[in-house]
T-cell receptor, first 113, second 113 residues
Framework: NAGVTQTPKFQVLKTGQSMTLQCAQD?????MYWYRQDPGMGLRLIYY???????DKGEVPNGYNVSRLNKREFSLRLESAAPSQTSVYFC????????????FGQGTRLTVV | GENVEQHPSTLSVQEGDSAVIKCTYS??????FPWYKQELGKGPQLIID?????GEKKDQRIAVTLNKTAKHFSLHITETQPEDSAVYFC????????????FGRGTSLIVHP
């Protein structure tokens, strides 16, 4: 059972570089989410996709874009990385239209220098 | 939107003691309250949840209580063990819309042998 798979696990970027964080789930979930985790700040929602073909902004969307490529995959793109985007990024998925358990990936630790 | 406050941010106990983590929420429409455990280097994982039609739920050494009137809920861990050391997150969500969980800032629990 793979669950939610994120790649890469670690990444170092220079300021201004771009990159895409990949996320895939094999549980046939409709809803997928991207969170960032910073010390003392908990998990803050960047973007979410309630179903295939839809995406919406969360609490901290500035500097990011997302693509719901299909039901399985939801990617997060940093067009021009900034040091403030140094963080641990988590992708999560859950059944849509229900209050149920969210399943998280292992995270991507991103450092922007 | 929903706001979830979590206390304390750090909790240090001796093995065998009990630990209590408290959360408050702002949206009276919230009706689902999960708790997640995040071990070092991993993504959060659900350990217990409670719905608004229930006041208390137990699962072995962990229990969650909910006070809808006061809009607060708590996680209780009894007979703590070193393997309980982790970061714990509370969350709240409501039916309708996109069922997005809003997380507290997390509690780092340290259990000393």
């Amino acid at each position: 059972n793979a669950g939610v798979t994120q790649t890469p696990k670690f990444q170092v970027l220079k300021t201004g570089q771009s990159m895409t964080l990949q996320c895939a789930q094999d549980m046939n979930h409709n809803s997928m989410y991207w969170y960032r985790q910073d010390p003392g700040m908990g998990l803050r929602l960047i973007y979410y996709s309630a179903s295939e073909g839809t995406t919406d902004k969360g609490e901290v969307p500035n500097g990011y874009n997302v693509s719901r490529l299909n039901k399985r995959e939801f990617s997060l793109r940093l067009e021009s990385a900034a040091p403030s985007q140094t963080s641990v990024y988590f992708c999560a998925s859950k059944e849509g239209n229900a209050n149920t358990e969210a399943f998280f990936g292992q995270g991507t630790r991103l450092t922007v220098v | 939107g929903e706001n979830v406050e979590q206390h304390p941010s750090t909790l240090s106990v001796q093995e065998g003691d009990s630990a209590v983590i408290k959360c408050t929420y702002s949206d009276s429409a919230s009706n689902y309250f999960p708790w997640y455990k995040q071990e070092l280097g991993k993504g959060p994982q659900l350990i217990i949840d409670i719905r608004s039609n229930v006041g208390e739920k137990k699962d072995q050494r962990i229990a969650v209580t909910l006070n809808k009137t006061a809009k607060h809920f708590s996680l209780h861990i009894t007979e703590t063990q070193p393997e309980d050391s982790a970061v714990y997150f509370c969350a709240a969500s409501k039916s309708g819309g996109s069922y997005i969980p809003t997380f507290g800032r997390g509690t780092s629990l340290i259990v000393h042998p």
